[in-house]
RNA sequence: GUGAGCGUGGCUCAGACGGUUAGAGCACCGGGUUGUGGCCCCGGAGGUCGUGGGUUCAAGUCCCAUCGCUCACCCCA
């Protein structure tokens, strides 16, 4: 912002300042000049907001919004327990092979989306775009199937994509994502979809539930080279986004909005009548595992992945209350992914749900997080007041009691109202004259009781009178 | 990458056909109660109307540009 500023008028004025008083005189003329022309040029720079805002696509979770984070994080670990499962916590940076290998050289994620950069010695490193890869490259890295022959592990945090921001979808996100790793058993697929139930269930908002099977590796391309051959017999008919969507990803065609489209799939080949025995039996013992648990789910021949490695079973919990971002979490069987990564071969099914958008619909028809409160709020009158008050505040925060306390010396009943405000379960007042009396006046906020406690002697035992009787 | 809508105190928004000191509610601070919260009443602080340029005697208002945000396409959690 001062870059057209004239540059080495300093230099210029001082190097030659043997030479004659008028010219040093000019030079700081100059500099003089110099200066008046960049505070111009600044005031005039349309860019001249110095207040520095977040990234686009980045949000702030500010300490309201955080109440309900910690709320679906404190549930669904709880219920992730129930099932068994272990956290487990990866970096956010990950070699950019990792992500290539796993989620497809050819996928929108890989080739446009990922935050991608060369460290300092020139290694192409990026930020995780989804946790599965992540996680399953720990697992391998550190021979966790060795330890266990079927590992359950969740993670939570933090996933950048290089997208266009909208309704329920930013640059960094957050994900809870969940794997299993050692078993191709379907009830297994049934088991973890149950256990997404029980989350959308306990966290009161409502999704349904669409599973497809996308085959296996020996089925899958006979299906895709059927569609792809149905697909150029109705090329010049499709919409200009489907005759894009024809070459770049098949499946993606048959998920088409347009009527004229939809006509046309009417003979369009279909994934269920693709699998291989083993793929089909998988998928109707998935489905009795969901009947047996009283999962409701509707199957969607149509639901197509945007990451490569599934295989099988998916699964997507969509909503109509999120705008064009209708799913909250999705997943899916990924066998043979391990074994892609360099490590051995270990069937696995996981899935994703999106933080931002579950926030989002508990906003709406959720369960509230509870309003935060404290126990003592410590109202201190006078200048005298304020050192003891100070100490006993801070005593009572060893023992394990929430306490406020104000610095500022503002009245009693600015302090009051803070005390409200906070949520405070009780007020102890201390002035003057509770000094001279050595009592202080305890105050219920509830009940507006008020009754008197002796002012510490010996600051410990004192603490621990007042949470026996506070608690 | 493409398209549309919107930018006025911290937040939500009013501001007729351009016209003189730019408003309200919420939130914040103080007072009414010489030391007692939530309700009520009174007062206060807080805005170069996103930014730059243009038209005009006069621009929050009209025009152009630019930046930002939002939503949608695409794609995904």
């Known amino acids: ?4 500023a ?3 008028h300093f230099l210029r004025g001082a190097s030659q300042g043997g030479e004659q008083a008028d010219q040093l005189y000019l030079g700081m003329l100059g500099s003089l000049i110099a200066f008046l022309w960049s505070v111009a040029e600044y005031l005039h720079n349309e860019d001249a907001d110095l207040t520095v805002k977040a990234l686009k696509g980045f949000k ?3 300490p309201d919004e955080v109440r309900t984070w910690q709320m679906i994080e404190q549930i ?5 327990h129930r099932f068994g499962f272990s956290e487990i916590k990866t970096p956010v940076l990950e070699k950019t092979e990792l992500f290539a290998r796993s989620i497809g050289e050819a996928t929108d994620i890989v080739e446009k989306e990922m935050y991608t950069f060369d460290d300092r010695h020139g290694a192409s490193i990026t930020m995780r775009p989804e946790g599965t890869a992540s996680v399953l490259r720990s697992f391998i890295e550190h021979g966790l199937h060795v330890q266990r022959p079927v590992q359950r592990l969740y993670t939570m945090g933090p996933m950048f994509r290089y997208e266009r921001p909208q309704k329920g979808r930013l640059r960094q996100f957050h994900q809870m994502s969940v794997e299993v790793l050692g078993s191709d058993n379907p009830k297994v697929d049934a088991e973890v979809i149950a256990m997404a139930r029980l989350l959308f269930n306990e966290l009161g908002i409502s999704v349904t539930l669409e599973i497809n099977s996308l085959g296996c590796r020996s089925c899958r391309p006979l299906f895709n080279s059927r569609l792809v051959e149905f697909l150029k017999e109705c090329a010049g008919r499709l919409c200009p ?5 024809r070459l770049t990803n098949p499946l993606r065609v048959l998920d088409c909005k347009n009527e004229k489209c ?3 799939f009417d003979k369009a080949p279909v994934i269920s009548d693709h699998l291989c025995d083993q793929c089909r039996d998988h998928f109707t013992d998935m489905e009795d595992g969901l009947k047996l648990l009283d999962i409701p789910y509707s199957v969607n021949p149509f639901m197509v992945r945007g990451l490569d490695y599934y295989t099988r079973t998916t699964f997507e919990f969509v909503s109509n209350a999120l705008g064009a971002q209708s799913a909250v979490g999705a997943g899916g069987r990924y ?4 074994k892609d990564l360099g490590g051995p071969d270990i069937p696995g099914i996981g899935f994703a749900i999106g933080m931002e958008r579950l926030v989002l619909l508990i906003s709406q028809q959720g369960k509230n997080a509870h309003a935060t409160s404290i126990d003592l709020f410590v109202a201190a009158l006078g200048k005298a007041a304020r050192e003891p008050a100070f100490k006993m505040a801070h005593a009572l925060r060893v023992k394990g009691l929430q306490v406020a306390i104000d610095h500022e010396g503002r009245s009693l009943k600015s302090q009051m109202k803070q005390a409200g405000r906070l949520n405070s379960g009780y007020t102890f007042i201390i002035g003057d004259d509770e000094l001279e009396k050595g009592v202080g006046a305890l105050r219920n906020m509830v009940t507006h009781d008020q009754s008197p406690v002796t002012l510490p002697g010996d600051l410990e035992d004192w603490a621990a009178k007042m949470v026996k009787i506070i608690k």
Request: proline letters at 4%.
């Open 262 to 264: 939809r006509a046309l």
């Open 1 to 4: 912002m001062f870059g057209n």
């Open 6 to 8: 004239p540059q080495g």
């Open 241 to 245: 986004d489907c005759e894009r969507r």
């Open 76 to 80: 669904a670990r709880d219920i992730f």
């Open 335 to 338: 066998d043979g992914l391990t």
């Open 60 to 62: 702030d979770i500010l």
